[in-house]
């Protein structure tokens, strides 16, 4: 019985309301990071919106957004920044973070500005990606294609945008 009355008083402290327990901050702009080896982009900077790629599937973050932790696929990062620009972003791999406070990461291997990508150079890179798939023996090698091969399929494709 005093087990129950125990488990009776925890659950009514928990129901009390989701303020009580479990309160968020919410804000009304997001402070966005964005920054890869190479270029850091965007350093605590408040942002509209921000749309990213993700193994999970491609989705868009807002302010408020819930905190969320994700894994970059290779595709295009874009960034609706508060002047009504948008700029979009290629990325090969990383993270993504989204805090409670509305403050959000990218954390990227490597990117680069859509602009800045020669179409005919990445359709190189993708056919010396594809040979060197067709040719790889050994899980490791052929594991290392096959990412070289996605990254680099996504990269063409960027280029098209």
């Not at 060197?132 to 996504?154: H, P, Y």
Request: aromatic share 6%.
């Amino acid at each position: 019985m005093a087990s129950f009355l125990r488990s009776a008083k925890l659950a009514s402290r928990l129901t009390q309301g989701p303020t009580k327990c479990f309160s968020r901050n919410y804000a009304d702009q997001m402070n966005f990071t964005f920054a890869a080896a190479n270029q850091i982009f965007y350093a605590n900077k408040n942002i509209k919106q921000v749309d990213v790629p993700s193994f999970s599937g491609s989705f868009g973050i807002l302010p408020n957004h819930v905190p969320t932790l994700a894994v970059l696929r290779p595709g295009v990062v874009t960034v609706y920044e508060d002047e009504g620009t948008s700029k979009k972003i290629f990325v090969s791999s990383g993270t993504i973070t989204v805090n409670e406070d509305s403050s959000v990461q990218v954390l990227a291997e490597e990117a680069h500005p859509i602009e800045d990508i020669d179409g005919s150079a990445a359709r190189q890179v993708l056919q010396e990606a594809q040979s060197q798939l067709s040719t790889a023996s050994g899980d490791v090698a052929k594991a290392e294609a096959a990412i070289a091969v996605e990254v680099a399929e996504a990269l063409v494709l960027a280029a098209g945008n």
